[in-house]
């Protein structure tokens, strides 16, 4: 190689570079995203209100407009699996805060199963939160 070809090959290689990372800026992974939920309990009783907020781990940042769903809610934590309810999204919230209504039958833990698909990202937002019903 002439000294013309070795900057030209590392001018190529540095622009493959610039562009391997400004894809990895543009591209969030789905795994920067996590569930919390606004109050860790709930009263136990039918029709009880609990939010559930989608967050960027990176940010700190509600995620607004996601898809969010839940795919189940049963008592597996106090080792009840069995024992599921149903549970409805409700309209409302904060823009990255998602509000849900479930009857709680009983005292105790109860696991939250969700999903989500979040604007512009590929795959799916999945988590598990223990929500507490109580008196
Ligand atoms: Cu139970």
């Known amino acids: 190689m002439n000294r013309l070809t070795i900057s030209r090959a590392l001018r190529v290689a540095l622009a493959g570079l610039a562009l391997a990372a400004t894809a990895n800026i543009a591209r969030a992974d789905i795994k920067d995203y996590e569930f919390k939920l606004a109050e860790p309990t709930v009263a136990v009783g039918k029709d009880k209100a609990f939010t ?35 549970v409805v999204r409700e309209p ?22 969700l999903g989500a698909k979040v604007q512009g990202e590929t795959g799916t937002v999945e988590g598990k939160l223990v929500i507490t019903a109580q008196k």
């Open 52 to 86: 559930v907020q989608l967050v960027n781990k990176k940010t700190g940042k509600p995620v607004p407009d996601a898809v969010i769903f839940a795919t189940r809610l049963d008592m597996a934590p106090d080792g009840m699996a069995e024992m599921a309810t149903k």
């Open 92 to 113: 409302g919230g904060e823009p990255g805060s998602y509000r849900f209504k479930a009857a709680f039958g009983m005292e105790g833990r109860w696991l939250l199963s």
